[in-house]
């Protein structure tokens, strides 16, 4: 194989390991770059990159370039994206956004394949006939949870859902018996979130979690639990930033989302419509 090869670099010179390494980093490149452009790009010439293509074993550039482009394809898509670390220094921008659609498309799939459908059955009839929905979430959390509050106030359910912190308890006591409490967290350990949790439990007050950790806090007081299988560190010094937990969170909100949605398909569809033309007409006047 040509990759291989490359990255073997058996009897290459100094010039072809550079070629190599130049052919490893930007290989999603080659595929649209002429001979002399690929010479420039490596500080070489086109005569040294005819004979680089000999020496693994094919007659000329433009074979090279399409058997390699094809064995590159397939090696930027194999091997797992670290969730902390999903792009280095050295990557190109083609590599970056490759590597973090695997990331996201990985992510996804683990996600939905953890998902108890009878759990989310139970926890949607619950949502259903809810008098409001409390959301228990700080940071990166929350800024998800956002876009759910705003989809769900669409076709006129309440999400209760505020980015300071000191609000939480304020919700956790105002909630009825006909109330769902969602705490989002991916460590399941956040102070307030915790603290806001052991409210409702005193007053014995339905709650449903989401978290990557299934023995913390969050995961032990609420009745029902939606773990995400998800390899990223909490804190910001072991990782670039949220990813991979971020995609987690917005699947299953937008999935909660759809699913009571579709309850009453037509009624809601109807509801949004209307909603939608009277924002319109109030911005028209």
Known sequence: MIIE?????????????SIAAYLMKNGFDVKNMSIQSLARATFSSPSTITRFCRKLGLDGYKK???????????????????????????DSFE????KLAKLNNETIRKTVSGFDYNQLHRIVQRMSRADMINVFSVGT?????LEFQQKMLRFGKIVNLTMSSCFLPGYALTATEHTVNL????????????????????NKRYCIGITATPDSSVAKMCQEVILVDIQEQGSYEEKID??????????????MFSFLYQLDYESNEKETKEKAYFIKESKEQ
């Open 64 to 90: 090279f370039q399409i058997l390699f482009y094809s064995e590159y394809e397939v090696f930027a898509n194999q091997g797992v994206v670290d969730a902390n670390y999903p792009f280095s220094g050295n």
């Open 95 to 98: 590599q970056i956004v490759r």
């Open 5 to 17: 090869k490359l990255m073997k670099q058996a009897d290459f010179t100094d010039v072809e390991k």
């Open 183 to 202: 705490a989002i967290s991916q460590s399941g350990e956040n102070r307030d979130v915790v603290e806001s949790l052991k409210l409702l439990k005193k």
């Open 141 to 145: 959390s929350a800024t998800v949870a």
């Open 242 to 255: 949220t990813f991979a937990v971020y995609s987690a969170f917005h699947f299953i909100l937008d999935c």
